[in-house]
């Protein structure tokens, strides 16, 4: 865990997050210890913010933002529709230690955007859950909550360091309890069971879901895409059909389906991400 000052914290968008309908982007860190074999930030490399040593040894360490928290205090607009983090996560394993988020909800709360967007897969977010709901007071906050898959095994093939399924879950049924609002983000899809990752979602949140399959260059000719890490292992592990815009496709429609007979939407890319920056009329 390094630190080191940055000249901003909050970054007007572009591409995937602006068709979402955001702003601005805010990330605390650069670099995500969580390390999962399928992130697609650094295949972007210098176009993430990132440093030649993150993308080569992505992973492995993180450095904060030192100065994070007095940035976002000059940078704070009333109108803002912010996204956190599409570049790190933001309860990553060292955030426990260096407790980066207070200080800035801090500044949220004494100025807050139009709407603030949580991007994570981390339970450590409960620690923070006094300061979710006095901000959820004040800005139309949301949660969304990366479930990934509804096999542990899949899981600690393609991201070892991250928290168990069912941890996922009790965190998001706290988070939906304590009045938060709380997506399920199914993103990527990783290998599954879509009847019972669906059956999961839907029963630990009660909005909308969002989801997308691997990145793959035969659909997305340039920019982000599946690290080769995932593709090894898919290979190696018999799930290379995963990677298949054709297959993919028929397990997203068959959980759009299955969540739609439930009375909600699923959506994918920019229109499922777009309705986390929604603001109602």
């Known amino acids: 865990m390094y630190e080191a000052p940055a000249r901003s914290i909050l970054s007007a968008v572009s591409g995937f997050i602006a068709q979402a309908g955001f702003t601005h982007s805010l990330t605390p860190a650069r670099n995500c210890t969580f390390g ?16 030649r040593e993150d993308w080569l040894q992505w992973g492995q360490f993180t450095t904060f933002k030192q100065n994070a928290a007095d940035l976002l205090r000059r940078e704070l607009r009333p109108e803002q529709r912010i996204y956190c983090s599409p570049l790190v996560d933001p309860y990553q394993p060292p955030e426990a230690e260096r407790r980066q988020m207070p200080g800035l909800f801090a500044e949220l709360i ?59 879950l009790a965190a998001m049924r706290t988070l939906r309890e304590a009045g938060i609002a709380v997506h399920a ?14 059956a999961l979602a ?65 959506g994918v890319g920019p229109e499922g991400f777009g309705w986390l920056a929604e603001v109602p009329v």
Not at 126 to 143: F, G, S
Not at 185 to 196: F, K, S, Y
Not at 240 to 259: N, S, T, Y
Request: with cysteine; proline share 7%.
């Open 110 to 168: 004494a100025c807050p955007p139009r709407v603030f967007v949580i991007q994570t897969r981390g339970p450590l977010i409960l620690r923070d859950l006094d300061l979710l709901r006095e901000l959820a007071r004040r800005t139309l906050l949301r949660v969304s909550f990366s479930l990934t898959t509804d096999s542990e095994h899949v899981r600690k093939l393609y991201e070892p360091l991250c928290a168990p399924v069912g941890e996922r």
């Open 202 to 266: 839907l029963e630990s949140t009660d909005a909308d879901l969002i989801g997308d399959p691997f990145h793959t260059r035969r659909t997305k000719c340039r920019g982000a895409t599946t690290r080769d890490a995932a593709l090894r292992i898919s290979e190696h592990r018999g799930f290379a059909a995963w990677h298949d815009p054709h297959f993919a496709g028929g397990v997203v429609e068959r959980i759009r389906e299955l969540v739609e007979a439930a009375g909600r939407r699923f």
């Open 36 to 51: 999962c074999t399928y992130c697609y930030v650094p295949t972007m490399r210098v176009y993430g913010g990132l440093k």
């Open 185 to 198: 983000t199914l993103a990527p899809l990783l290998p599954c069971n879509p009847d019972a990752l669906a």
